[in-house]
């Protein structure tokens, strides 16, 4: 179940940068994020209540729903989208893929989960060969002082996310499933940038075409319903830092698409860094092999 949820999010995650790409156009982004969660938490909501799995959320529940909207459906995407016009896609993929390791070590701080060093061994792997993969975009890159701004701000997104999956898996732990929490934090991350929105005289248009509600509808329902849930549920079986190696496999597929649709050339550094990503993959999920304590060794040595 768990190998089915990971390829599940990576696959899907993989291609809605193709529904992202055909996003952009005369609606504002801030606006196209509205709609995207607006319309995702109508759909999870009237899916829940027909099959009665909506589950009860406590006022503690509600502000944790809350923080999550503000992380994972709201400030993290704007953070992202910002980003791109001043850096690389490929760079802002390579800080992305930090989450692994960002996971890792809130998990740590937060709920003192020992972090495994194949997990940190897999993650800085999988980084490494991210930015092989996408060293000639980066190269070609000159520095400059909006590429800090941009790299700031990929940071922050990035932050922001981790914590929104911190929050999910403090939510699993107190007994609500992904679900009803992802119902409640689209609403609310929405809903805060459509405050957004208003308050910064952002027009609330839309395209009434095939190519943006075709690609809203996929963001909506694949992108968001489907690969948030899947992502989110991986979190709380897997663990954060587990759970987040997608962000480092998704740029793959996503580069793969490419490669068909829009004649991307695979070159040596790219292929070294897909096997690196791979490599990294394996560590991550090897199952670490049980060490006997030295007090239980001395145990059995001692004659009874």
């Not at 291609?15 to 995207?36: E, H």
Request: with cysteine.
């Amino acid at each position: 179940m768990n190998l089915s949820l990971y390829l599940l999010t990576v696959l899907i995650w993989g291609t809605t940068w193709i529904a992202l790409k055909l996003q952009l156009g005369d609606v504002a982004i801030p606006v196209s994020i509205v709609y995207r969660f607006g319309f995702a938490a109508l759909v999870l909501f009237v899916m829940l209540l027909l099959s009665g799995r909506l589950q009860k959320v406590n006022r503690r529940g509600q502000f944790l729903c809350v923080a999550q909207g503000l992380c994972l459906f709201c400030v993290n995407f704007m953070c992202f989208y910002t980003a791109s016009q001043w850096i690389p896609s490929g760079l802002i993929a390579v800080v992305f893929s930090t989450s692994t390791l960002w996971n890792a070590l809130n998990a740590r701080i937060f709920f003192r989960q020992k972090v495994a060093r194949n997990v940190l061994a897999g993650g800085g792997l999988g980084l490494i060969g991210l930015a092989c993969m996408f060293w000639p975009e980066l190269s070609a890159h000159t520095a400059s002082h909006e590429t800090l701004i941009g790299l700031g701000l990929a940071l922050l997104g990035t932050l922001c996310f981790s914590a929104g999956n911190m929050l999910s898996s403090l939510q699993q732990k107190a007994g609500l499933r992904p679900l009803t929490t992802n119902a409640w934090g689209m609403l609310y991350g929405a809903g805060m940038l459509a405050v957004y929105c208003v308050l910064s005289g952002t027009p609330f248009s839309f395209e009434w075409n095939t190519r943006y509600i075709g690609s809203l509808a996929y963001l909506v329902i694949a992108g968001s319903v489907i690969g948030f849930t899947a992502y989110l549920t991986l979190v709380g079986r897997m663990g954060p830092e587990r759970a987040a190696y997608c962000t480092v496999l998704f740029p793959v597929v996503a580069l793969n698409i490419s490669a068909y649709a829009e004649g991307y050339q695979w070159t040596m550094p790219a292929l070294i860094g897909l096997v690196l990503v791979m490599l990294g993959n394996v560590l991550v999920f090897r199952k670490p092999k049980p060490q006997t304590g030295t007090a239980e060794t001395l145990r059995r040595l001692l004659p009874e």
